[in-house]
């Protein structure tokens, strides 16, 4: 299928499946109708029009027109009939053939511009839609399935219509909307949800929109405010009494979530301080309360009273005891030298 793709190219020379990978984009909810693809009855008032009548022929126009240049390339495509696609189609599903794709893609390409030019109110380019929409084509006959008595031009609108749909979820602001199943089913039904309950006589809360859409109540608040609110660059210049003030910008306004400056600095002393504490007492000490200091209060591995008991020749209960006069020693130091710096009653009941 890539060297089917080449022919879809943009107008900036760029291969439309280049940049989008094969696989099949997550459904976009717009109905319970995207599944329904089963039988010619069920898919043949969609798409059984002729559409290729449906898309206005372009007046002539300059050659710098994309779009009327790409028009007149397919100008002269003919549409194949159903028995030519199925046979077509049966043998691609047999052989994968390059040149066979080929035919089945552009026999539908007009296809894609009229289900493009539904879309052109989202304010997209028509032509980025249509290389979009190129894309989804591509992928639908690849997956197509010619003995499932379903019309290519039918399947291949789901996925036209799924690819056109992502591209103008991913394009609607700079910050990225929809990245969930849930949000992307409100951003496309969220305004006709609402618009719904009012022609049925009801109020659009956000409980009773939640309820008819089966989605969290805590979503559509989201999703609302999302909407209703433009986006906004953080380092823009902030606007104090009607002028801009080009030395402070929107980030310079905001919290920052971690730990200030002025903390960070005061522990960094306050441990300085204590250490510097810690090993004076520690040079006081002599004999056994220097061993029970070094090697069981100031070491990241400290021993058990029972290996220091063994070392010095006494109990554990005795070495023990002896810990214990040590840290009521340690106590006196540290209020003497720091004060109330040292919370020794919290360490006391943390212990």
């Given at each position: 299928m890539r060297i089917v793709t080449a022919y879809l190219m943009d107008g900036r020379g760029q291969s439309a499946d280049g940049r989008r990978s094969t696989k099949p984009p997550e459904p976009v909810v717009l109905d319970d109708r995207h599944d329904a693809v089963e039988t010619d009855a069920e898919a043949e008032p969609v798409l059984d029009a002729e559409w290729t009548e449906v898309v206005e022929e372009p007046k002539p126009a300059a050659s710098s027109d994309p779009y009327a240049a790409y028009m007149a390339s397919l100008r002269h495509v003919e549409r194949l009939d159903r028995d030519e696609e199925h046979t077509l189609a049966v043998e691609y599903l047999r052989t994968h053939d390059p040149k066979i794709a080929k035919r089945l893609i552009t026999s539908n390409l007009k296809l894609v511009v009229k289900l493009a030019h539904e879309y052109t109110r989202a304010g997209k380019n028509l032509l980025d839609l249509i290389q979009e929409g190129n894309v989804g084509l591509v992928q639908a006959v690849e997956k197509y399935d010619p003995h499932r008595n379903v019309k290519l031009s039918s399947y291949a609108a789901w996925w036209i219509r799924a690819y056109i749909l992502r591209y103008i979820l991913q394009n609607a602001r700079i910050v990225?909307?929809?990245?969930?199943?849930?949000?992307?089913?409100?951003?496309?039904?969220?305004?006709?949800?609402?618009?719904?309950?009012?022609?049925?006589?009801?109020?659009?809360?956000?409980?009773?929109?939640?309820?008819?859409?089966?989605?969290?109540?805590?979503?559509?608040?989201?999703?609302e405010q999302r909407l209703g609110a433009p986006d906004a660059s953080l380092d823009a210049p902030v606007s104090s009494y009607g002028r801009e003030d080009n030395d402070r910008s929107r980030m310079d306004l905001i919290e920052s979530v971690g730990v200030r400056p002025d903390t960070i600095r005061e522990e960094t002393e306050f441990r300085e301080r204590l250490h510097e504490v810690l090993m004076a007492f520690g040079l006081r000490l002599k004999g056994r309360d220097r061993e029970l200091f070094d090697q069981r209060l100031m070491t990241d591995e400290p021993k058990t009273l029972q290996e220091l008991g063994d070392a010095f020749g006494i109990s554990r209960e005795r070495t023990r005891q002896l810990e214990m006069r040590l840290m009521a020693r340690l106590k006196t130091y540290l209020r003497a030298a720091l004060g109330d710096a040292v919370d020794l009653e919290a360490q006391d009941s943390a212990a």
């Open positions: 990225r909307l929809g990245t969930t199943a849930t949000q992307r089913k409100l951003f496309f039904n969220l305004r006709k949800e609402k618009a719904k309950l009012e022609k049925m006589g009801f109020v659009p809360t956000t409980a009773r929109v939640a309820k008819a859409m089966q989605v969290p109540e805590h979503e559509v608040i989201d999703m």
